[in-house]
């Protein structure tokens, strides 16, 4: 059973240009919405997080947005850059739990061509 | 200084071999972790770990053990490999109240 989906799978932007990444979980209790950042050989970097008490929280030109009812998370990078290229990870956690496990979608390899 | 360390990188071993791979924080981090990534690149918890609980994922053999000789260090021991091993294992650690778990670069474990 995914408990965190994610979509799409594959991405190709151009420079400039807008990406969004969309994210639907189950599980009610999760209350930690973090996106991770990965570039080939290298592990997962967490790039913006949020908290079911804000619907969208903003950090340079990476914006999360957070629809608590339809039980949705986006990530959308304004003017994206070929830097941008990696793949990025939603995740959820449950902190409530006592543990701060994180479970993963599956991933979103995004291409940014110049 | 690199937060989350692990070694080896790289790891090609032989069925039915056991092998460790080494992992240490300096975050001072209370919680650390192991994930699994496999070649499709879905990342899935496999312990996770601090000086009071040691939390298993249920669908984890149990050929697969973490051993923490210390709150900074969280090593995996894994024995009689098999193919389906293979994959890259990633060494995480976490601390309250923030809890952002960072992660290390990786052990790309190939099973022949």
């Known amino acids: 059973q995914q408990q965190v989906k994610q979509s799409p799978q594959s991405l190709i932007v151009q420079k400039g240009g807008i990406s969004i990444i969309n994210c639907a979980y189950e599980?009610?209790?999760?209350?930690?919405f973090p996106w991770y950042q990965q570039f080939p050989g290298k592990g997962p970097a967490l790039l913006i997080a949020?908290?079911?008490?804000?619907s969208e929280k903003k950090e340079g030109r990476f914006t999360i947005s957070f629809n608590k009812s339809a039980k949705q998370f986006s990530l959308h990078i304004m003017d994206s850059q070929p830097g941008d290229s990696a793949t990025y990870f939603c995740?959820?956690?449950?902190?409530?739990?006592?543990?701060?496990?994180?479970?993963f979608g599956k991933g979103t390899k995004l291409s940014v061509i110049p | 200084d690199t937060a989350v360390s692990q070694t080896p990188k790289y790891l090609v071993t032989q069925m039915g071999n056991d092998k460790s791979i080494k992992c240490e924080q300096n975050l001072g981090h209370d919680t650390m972790y192991w994930y699994k990534q496999d070649s499709k690149k879905f990342l899935k918890i496999m312990f996770s770990y601090n000086n009071k609980e040691l939390i298993i994922n249920e669908t984890v053999p149990n050929r697969f053990s973490p051993k923490s000789p210390d709150k900074a260090h969280l090593n995996l021991h894994i024995n009689s490999l098999e193919l389906g091993d293979s994959a890259v294992y990633f060494c995480?650690?976490?601390?309250?109240?923030?809890?952002?778990?960072?992660f290390g670069e990786g052990s790309w474990l190939t099973v022949v």
């Open positions: 949020i908290r079911p008490d804000v």
């Open positions: 995740a959820a956690s449950n902190s409530g739990a006592g543990s701060y496990q994180l479970t």
């Open positions: 995480a650690s976490s601390h309250p109240p923030e809890n952002t778990i960072y």
């Open positions: 599980n009610t209790a999760f209350d930690y």
